[in-house]
């Protein structure tokens, strides 16, 4: 290998190497994906909406895919579950439905899914839960976002919590290397990375909260509470990480898809974001904040 992360060509010509152009399409492709998050957390409403929910419904085909459902059934399961979810998104006008309830139309299809799929000796377990994770991805940042009066601060907070967490444990890991966390479900994993995840991600997001707290005021929690549910979270994130790798290495599959140059799939990107994000509103509304 030569320097700079080229290698000659057949003409002896240097190229960028494979691990640069992949390093190349996950920034760029992760650029593009913040900034469409960000912008649907700035506008919130239907903007968020269109853009979670369009997420949430490429998530459910991905799991079901994953999880060996194919051909008419993936079709009818993913149309009988990407309804519901939309279902769920917009429960309260529709059916009088508020905070968590609004996850019960997720929640009835994905029983109804599961007991279908028990009757072709499938799994109901984890034919439900595709419904039910899915809707996670819509409504977890539906929710946070309409928390008054820091919603917006909210979000941006847990989009930080995972992004940061994600980016400390690539490069700490990286860096540093040692002991493999869990070689058996992520081969490339440390527990060095594990930590500088939890060390950047903890303070970075901190940092943005406290800084939002002296210039607009304080209408996010602080203080012990504020790092202790940042660190928190920033655990849950990186569980979310393992818990997809174990259910791609359930199934053997490398990617959730090919969808994202770098990255995989949808789910692959928000495995994270669905666990810190479901833990985040949970904890929030327990600590009564």
Do not use: C
């Not at 490339?188 to 607009?216: P, Q």
């Not at 259910?247 to 799939?265: C, E, L, N, T, V």
């Amino acid at each position: 290998m030569s320097e700079g992360g080229h290698r000659p060509d057949s003409e002896g010509k240097l190229k960028p190497s494979r691990g640069a152009s992949e390093l190349a399409a996950r920034v760029i492709s992760s650029l593009a994906l913040a900034g469409l998050a960000l912008s649907s957390a700035w506008f919130g409403g239907l903007v968020l909406i269109a853009v979670w929910s369009v997420a949430a419904i490429a998530v459910l085909r991905e799991w079901l895919k994953l999880i060996g459902v194919n051909g008419t059934s993936l079709t009818a399961f993913w149309i009988f579950g990407s309804a519901s979810i939309l279902l769920s998104v917009f429960a309260d006008t529709l059916f009088g439905l508020e905070d968590y309830a609004m996850a019960l139309p997720a929640l009835i299809a994905a029983v109804v899914l599961g007991l279908v799929a028990q009757t072709r000796k499938q799994s109901f377990f984890w034919t439900a839960g595709g419904p039910l994770y899915a809707a996670i991805v819509v409504l977890a940042p539906i929710w946070l976002r309409a928390r008054e009066p820091d919603g917006l601060v909210a979000l941006l907070w847990l989009f930080l919590v995972v992004w940061i967490s994600d980016i400390g444990a690539y490069f700490v890991g990286r860096r540093i290397g040692g002991p493999k966390l869990w070689p058996a479900i992520s081969p490339k994993k440390t527990w060095s990375g594990l930590f500088g995840g939890l060390f950047f991600g903890t303070l970075l997001a901190s940092g943005f909260v406290l800084l939002d707290r002296m210039v607009i005021g304080p209408i996010f929690i602080g203080g012990v509470a504020l790092f202790g549910l940042t660190l928190a979270t920033s655990l849950v994130s990186e569980l979310g990480d393992l818990f997809e790798s174990a259910m791609k290495r359930h199934f053997g599959a490398k990617d959730s898809g090919q969808i994202i140059p770098g990255h995989g799939g949808i789910m692959d990107r928000l495995d994270s974001f669905v666990a810190a994000g479901l833990f985040a509103v949970i904890a929030l509304d327990l600590i009564g904040f």
